[in-house]
């Protein structure tokens, strides 16, 4: 029974870093190319773009500390 628990535990903190890479890998796909086309427009848009595209990625950092604290709930062997 332990073995089951700690697979659906394993399972889980799988599914909040997935889950969270994905919807930031398309947050981050969404917003390049919008910093891409203003900035073809205007250079000076450069940081503010920079800036932009690189906000999506807390959602790992987010999923990463759900995922920690999942796993924490793992019995001890």
């Known amino acids: ?3 089951l628990e700690l697979g659906l535990i394993a ?3 799988g ?7 994905y919807a930031a890998a ?3 796909k969404e917003i390049g190319t919008a910093a891409v086309g203003a900035m073809a427009e205007k250079e000076e848009l450069f ?3 920079l800036i932009l595209t690189v906000i999506p990625e807390t959602l790992v950092i987010f999923g990463l500390v759900i995922a920690i604290m999942i796993l924490g709930l793992a019995p001890a062997s």
């Not at 599914?15 to 890479?21: D, T, Y």
Request: glycine letters at 16%.
């Open 1 to 3: 029974m332990v073995e």
């Open 15 to 21: 599914i909040a870093i997935a889950g969270s890479a």
């Open 47 to 49: 940081g503010k773009a």
């Open 26 to 28: 398309i947050a981050e």
């Open 11 to 13: 399972i889980g903190a």
